[in-house]
């Protein structure tokens, strides 16, 4: 079992900044991939940035050239740097660890991002 802890997040305005980080504990051995999803209401859960332990992040679309993902294996945390926050990006970020194989990935319990116009 993989437990992940979620910091950071709040409400901040249009054009400012926000750092979430995740700190993973357990079993962290078993982690290939970290990263953050997020969850707008009424709206499916999407992938904001995933690093796999030895590749490059992968953002989405909709972050790419605002969102910074980054990973210390040492700490077993993943941290997401966001700036030039857009109303959009208001979501539910959640924390995410996929393990080698093809076990279930685990998930932290979400924490608020809402950014005002």
């Known amino acids: 079992q993989v437990q992940l802890v979620e910091t950071g997040g709040g409400l901040v305005q249009a054009g400012g900044s926000l750092r979430l980080s995740c700190a993973a504990s357990g079993n962290t051995w078993s982690i290939n991939a970290m990263g953050w999803y997020r969850q707008a209401p009424g709206k499916q859960r999407e992938v904001v940035a995933t690093i796999t332990r030895l590749g490059s992040p992968h953002y989405g679309d909709s972050v790419k050239g605002r969102f910074t993902l980054s990973r210390d294996d040492a700490k077993n945390t993943v941290d997401l740097q966001m700036d030039s926050l857009e109303p959009e990006d208001t979501a539910k970020y959640f924390c995410?660890?996929?393990?080698?194989?093809?076990?279930?990935?685990?998930w932290g319990q979400g924490t608020q991002v809402t950014v005002s116009s």
């Open positions: 995410n660890a996929d393990p080698y194989g093809s076990g279930p990935a685990f």
